[in-house]
C-alpha cells in the first residue's frame, strides 16, 4: 500500500506530502475501526493498481455515498482498463450498497485523467472548492479560545 501511495504522491508532484508509515496504515486500513476501504488489483502476481475509498453521507441526497481518496496504475500498465475496471468495481459497491452518489477530487492539470473521467459520465464541479485543514492548522483552530 505505501509503494501505491509515494507512486501516485510522485505523479501528482506531491511526494514530498507523504507522511505515511506502514504502521499508521496498519492501524487507518487494517484495525478492528478502520472505516477506510483499500483495494488492490493485481496482474497474476504483480500488484499493478490501488484504490481506496470510504462512505461518507450528502444530507441533500439524504443516503450516503463513496469518496474515492485515491485511484492509481502504475504507468506501465496503464491504457489496459485496468484503471476504468478498478472503478466500476467501486462504483458497483456504491450501488450494491444503496449509495446515493460517488466523488472524488483530480489535480486541474490532470487532463487524461479529466477526460477519462468524463468519459465514463462523471461531471466536474466546478462551482466547489476544496478546503483543507492540515494537521497542525488543525490543531491549532481547535486550540484557539
Known sequence: MLQFIKGIAEYEKLLHEVEATEE???E???SANANTEALL??????????????HNFSTFVGKKGIYLE???????????GIGKLLLKHIAQIAVEGNCGRM????LNWNQPAIEFYKS?????LDEWSIFRLTESALKNFADRS
Open 24 to 26: 499508521k496504515l496498519r
Open 28 to 30: 487507518s486500513l487494517f
Open 41 to 54: 488489483c493485481y496482474l497474476g502476481d504483480v500488484p499493478v493498481a490501488y484504490a481506496v475509498y470510504f
Open 70 to 80: 485515491d485511484i492509481f496504475v502504475y504507468p506501465e500498465y496503464r491504457k489496459k
Open 103 to 106: 466523488e472524488w477530487a483530480v
Open 120 to 124: 465514463i459520465g462523471a461531471v466536474p
